[in-house]
């Protein structure tokens, strides 16, 4: 079965960095995309980033410019560097796995999904 790991959470003062990692249990992922989502206290979860297969991105907008994805497939292993965090950057995140080649912001894109880690950002 494959599993995914995220960590890297924690608090965080404004204008801070954090980055999250994700394992995944199977190689097998490094041939399709892996995505970021979050989930405040009360709202529904909404997507961060993904990276597709070969490395091509995309961001929510209200993330762009501050958070890169990356993936280091010899270690099955996708990061989210996380810079100028702001309070309403304060969530649960969760790393997520998919079949598809390339993937989006859908949650049904993404098949396996981490425990979540969470993140606070102090004013």
């Known amino acids: 079965q494959v599993q995914l790991v995220d960590s890297g959470g924690g608090l965080v003062q404004a204008g801070g960095s954090l980055r999250l990692s994700c394992a995944a249990s199977s190689r097998i992922f490094s041939n399709y995309a892996m995505g970021w989502f979050r989930q405040a206290p009360g709202k529904e979860r909404e997507f961060v980033a993904s990276i597709s297969f070969i490395g091509g991105t995309y961001y929510a907008d209200s993330v762009k410019g501050r958070f890169t994805i990356s993936r280091v497939n010899a270690k099955n292993t996708v990061y989210l560097q996380m810079n100028s965090l702001k309070p309403e950057d304060s969530a649960v995140y969760y790393c997520?796995?998919?079949?598809?080649?390339?993937?989006?912001?859908?949650?049904?894109?993404?098949?396996?999904w981490g425990q979540g880690t969470q993140v606070t950002v102090s004013s």
């Open positions: 997520a796995a998919s079949f598809q080649a390339v993937a989006g912001s859908a949650e049904n894109e993404y098949t396996h």
